[in-house]
C-alpha cells in the first residue's frame, strides 16, 4: 500500500494533524481587545489518539493595534504532560 504525504515545513514529510484554537474576547476600546485563547492538539488525521495526549494550552491574550500593524501579546500555560508548562507569545499582523 502506497502512502501520501504532503510537506508544509521541516526538513521532512510529515502526517497532516488535526488541531483546534478557539478565542473569546471582550473589546475595551476601539484599540484594545482582551481575552483567553485555547489551543489543543490532537494528533494525526490518520491515526487519530487519545486526546489528551497531545499539547493543549489556555493563554490570556491582549489584541491592539500600534502605527498600523495588529499585534496579539499572550501568556500560556500547558494543562498537559505534552504541553510546555509556561509559554510567551507574540503574533504581529503585518499590513501590505
Request: charged share 20%.
Given at each position: 500500500?502506497?502512502?501520501?504525504h504532503?510537506?508544509?515545513?521541516?526538513?521532512?514529510p510529515s502526517?497532516?494533524t488535526v488541531e483546534?484554537?478557539t478565542k473569546?474576547g471582550?473589546r475595551?476600546s476601539?484599540r484594545?481587545q482582551v481575552?483567553i485563547?485555547?489551543?489543543d492538539?490532537?494528533?494525526d488525521?490518520?491515526?487519530?489518539?487519545?486526546?489528551?495526549?497531545?499539547a493543549?494550552?489556555?493563554?490570556?491574550?491582549v489584541d491592539?493595534?500600534?502605527g498600523?500593524?495588529?499585534?496579539n501579546?499572550?501568556?500560556?500555560r500547558?494543562?498537559?504532560?505534552?504541553?510546555?508548562?509556561w509559554?510567551?507569545?507574540?503574533?504581529?499582523?503585518?499590513?501590505?
Amino acid at each position: 500500500m502506497q502512502q501520501s504525504h504532503f510537506k508544509v515545513s521541516g526538513p521532512a514529510p510529515s502526517p497532516t494533524t488535526v488541531e483546534l484554537a478557539t478565542k473569546m474576547g471582550y473589546r475595551v476600546s476601539d484599540r484594545l481587545q482582551v481575552g483567553i485563547e485555547r489551543y489543543d492538539e490532537f494528533g494525526d488525521v490518520r491515526h487519530p489518539d487519545n486526546p489528551f495526549r497531545g499539547a493543549h494550552t489556555a493563554y490570556a491574550v491582549v489584541d491592539t493595534t500600534l502605527g498600523g500593524w495588529d499585534l496579539n501579546l499572550g501568556v500560556g500555560r500547558g494543562s498537559v504532560a505534552a504541553s510546555d508548562r509556561w509559554v510567551l507569545k507574540a503574533i504581529v499582523g503585518v499590513p501590505f
